[in-house]
């Protein structure tokens, strides 16, 4: 790359919708892998706040 070259990177929020599209679709990809290599599959958190569950 010569000096006057430039590389410029946008970085996009994707909307709601494709969020939990593309969430869907790694934990489709994780149980795969999981269950190819004899592991249960994920438990989905039904809370959204993206902690772990304290018992409360």
């Known amino acids: 790359m010569s ?4 590389t410029v990177r946008f970085y996009v ?8 599209a ?5 934990i489709v990809w ?3 892998v999981r ?4 592991l249960p599959p994920l438990e989905e958190d039904d809370d959204t706040d993206g902690r ?3 018992g409360t």
Request: charge should be negative.
């Open 3 to 6: 000096a006057s070259e430039k």
């Open 22 to 26: 593309i969430e869907d679709a790694l």
């Open 13 to 20: 929020r994707p909307k709601a919708t494709e969020t939990k």
């Open 30 to 32: 994780i149980n795969e």
């Open 52 to 54: 772990e569950d304290d």
């Open 35 to 38: 269950a190819g290599r004899g």
